[in-house]
C-alpha cells in the first residue's frame, strides 16, 4: 500500500513523463499491430540516461497493463519515455514528481 497519492499522466509520444524523484507504480499502454515493439523507460530527461525499464509489447494490436508491486521503481531523476515504432500511448502510475 502507498504512503502517498497515486498520480497518473498520459502521454501519445516519445519525451519527458514526469520530472523529479518519483517511483513508477503501474503502467498501462497501447500499441498497433505488426511487428513486437518496446516501450523504454529512462532515468532522467533523455533517451541517452540510465535504461531503468523495458518492457515488450506483443505483434497484435492491443493494450497491456502492468501494476509493479511493493514500493514501485524509483527514478532518481525524473522519467523518460521512448516509443517504439507500435507503441501509441503510456499512462503512467506514480508517485512523487510532477507530470511533464
Do not use: W
Not at 8 to 25: E, F, W
Not at 29 to 58: R, V
Amino acid at each position: 500500500m502507498s504512503a502517498s497519492n497515486i498520480l497518473a499522466v498520459y502521454k501519445a509520444a516519445t519525451g519527458q513523463v514526469i520530472n523529479g524523484r518519483t517511483r513508477v507504480c503501474g503502467l498501462y499502454f497501447t500499441h498497433g499491430s505488426g511487428s513486437a515493439s518496446t516501450i523504454e523507460f529512462y532515468d532522467g530527461d533523455a533517451d541517452t540516461d540510465p535504461l531503468i525499464m523495458k518492457i515488450a509489447s506483443t505483434t497484435v494490436a492491443d493494450s497491456q497493463n502492468f501494476v509493479i508491486p511493493d514500493q514501485g521503481v524509483l527514478f532518481k531523476d525524473g522519467v523518460f519515455v521512448k516509443f517504439g515504432a507500435t507503441i501509441t500511448s503510456v499512462t503512467v502510475l506514480y508517485e512523487g514528481g510532477a507530470a511533464a
